[in-house]
């Protein structure tokens, strides 16, 4: 292969242009030409490329954010715009693609490989960690971290007023980010889609604690749940304590990437381009058991991401 592709789809996450810039340095470690396409599968529909070199992803390793910029783009869900995609791709002798992004772009890379035949590799760039065949997506670790800040925070101001603080995090189907966030900040509480919550026995648990001799509390809410503000209106109408919402939103998305997403980034997109050189396609990269690893995209996308109920109860169990 002597031409690859590279884009990045859907919510951008840390770590996504370490992740570029190792996909670029690896190809033309390889010989290989790379072009950039911007937007997105937006871009690939409309041919916006652009030729990257060496240089072109100097001083970008420890920028959050994606050059190449993202979109979510309903076009690409239709035969029309996977057709306009793949004409950009022929057009320009681009004989692989990789696309770093989430669920929705694996979608659309799916497509390009089943029913197009373009070898394709997908790279887990997501905060969700919302991928049930990788322990890890790239961005995660650094939005947790990013939380951990905020309601470390919180928990100064929370604890001088023995107020119970309600922190909205990001996560429509997923409570990764809670789960994590409510281990290592010592979150009392975390309310996540995937498990049934009930208010009278969160009520219990802050009484429980205040007991104990506890001077504040932080429950950790996942988006997809409800909103902070929402919880939190309905906690106050059952208790006395001072209850505050704070939605942490889009800053979680935002940031230089940690170490962790620094090192996923430089190893899956190295993996990436390795497949791609040696002709292999239709492959998710990630990480299990501490090593790289990757699978069928088809295979990858069928599984369905479960809920790590033995870190739940470890919360529970630790944090009171
Ligand atoms: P995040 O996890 O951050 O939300 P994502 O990749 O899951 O990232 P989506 O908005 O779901 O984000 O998908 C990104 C883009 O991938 C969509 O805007 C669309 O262009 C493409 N896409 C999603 N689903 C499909 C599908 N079923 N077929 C073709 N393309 C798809």
Redesign the pocket.
Known sequence: MKRIGLLT???D?PGMNAAIRAVVRTAIYYGMEVFGVER??AGLIEGQLIPMEMRSVSNIVQCGGTRLRS????E??TKEG?EKAVETIKKNGIEGLVVI????????AK?LSEQYGIPTIGIPG???N?LEYTDYTLGFDTAVNTCLDIINKLRDTMTSHERVSVVEVMGRHCGDIALYSGIASGAEIIVVPEIEFSIEDIVERIKRSRANGKHSNIILIAEGVMSAEKFATKLQELTSYDVRPTCIGHVQRGGSPSMADRMLAAQFGNRAVRLLKDGIGNRVVGIRDNKIIDMDIIEAVSMKKTFDRELYETLQMISM
């Open positions: 789809s859907g919510g996450a997105g599968y979109a979510r783009c309903m690409m869900l996977q992004g989430g669920d929705g772009s694996f979608r659309g497509i997501t905060i969700d919302d």
